[in-house]
């Protein structure tokens, strides 16, 4: 059975690193579409497991080659997906997972138009304030600052396939799977389930 494109994304505070990471302990169908970079490798960090680590002119013509999903530049370097990624895992009947910014998944969209976009949200605002706070590691204008982009991003929350609502780990993970699952149940990735029972060679009219 082939593998599915789902792109998970939230503005930050919404909790889908978290989440992406207990689904990878429970899902090994599933695998992540390794980033790339051009700034350097910090310590500890391995090529192709962490980032996969291009010169800038490597990247560039990457670029100009379509051979980059989505990218952006910050901080004078390129992050970006790129396409052998994901097509390397659905070529071995993996879920490709993307964990990419918000608006980012429109892109990916354009060019696999076959994708799943799936979008966290938090149980309310009043509690995505609560949960920033309790971090104790922000300012209180950082914590409105947060919230000020977040309600702005979650604008783009009405393009996207799936919805789910981070109110408990385990029931967001839950749903997550069960989102990668129904994917697989769908007929146009079966055909050679179809094929088994000769159903497109049925005349539709019997």
């Not at 960090?45 to 910050?74: M, P, Q």
């Not at 209180?140 to 919230?147: A, H, M, P």
């Not at 088994?196 to 009219?205: A, C, G, L, S």
Request: charged share 35%; hydrophobic share 40%; net charge neutral.
């Amino acid at each position: 059975m082939k593998g599915s494109l789902f792109v998970v994304a939230a503005p930050a505070g919404f909790g889908k690193d978290t989440i992406l990471s207990e689904m990878f302990k429970r899902n090994d169908t599933a695998g992540y579409a390794v980033s790339a970079t051009t700034r350097a490798p910090r310590d500890g960090e391995v090529n192709g497991v962490h980032y996969r680590f291009l010169t800038r002119e490597a990247f560039e013509r990457k670029i100009a080659e379509k051979e980059v999903l989505e990218y952006t530049e910050y901080c004078g370097n390129y992050y970006g997906t790129l396409k052998k990624s994901v097509d390397d895992l659905l070529k071995a009947g993996k879920d490709a997972i993307l964990k990419i910014e918000v608006e980012g998944a429109m892109n990916i969209k354009k060019m696999f138009p076959e994708a799943r976009l799936v979008f966290i949200l938090p149980p309310s605002w009043e509690i995505l304030e609560k949960r920033l706070r309790d971090r104790g590691t922000e300012t209180e204008d950082k914590i409105i600052e947060r919230t000020k982009q977040a309600r702005s991003e979650v604008a783009f929350a009405k393009n996207y396939d799936y919805l789910i609502v981070n109110d408990d780990l385990n029931s967001a993970v839950d749903d997550l799977l069960t989102i990668l699952k129904a994917e697989k149940l769908r007929r146009d990735n079966n055909d050679e389930l179809l094929d088994k029972f000769n159903v497109n060679k049925i005349d539709e009219r019997l």
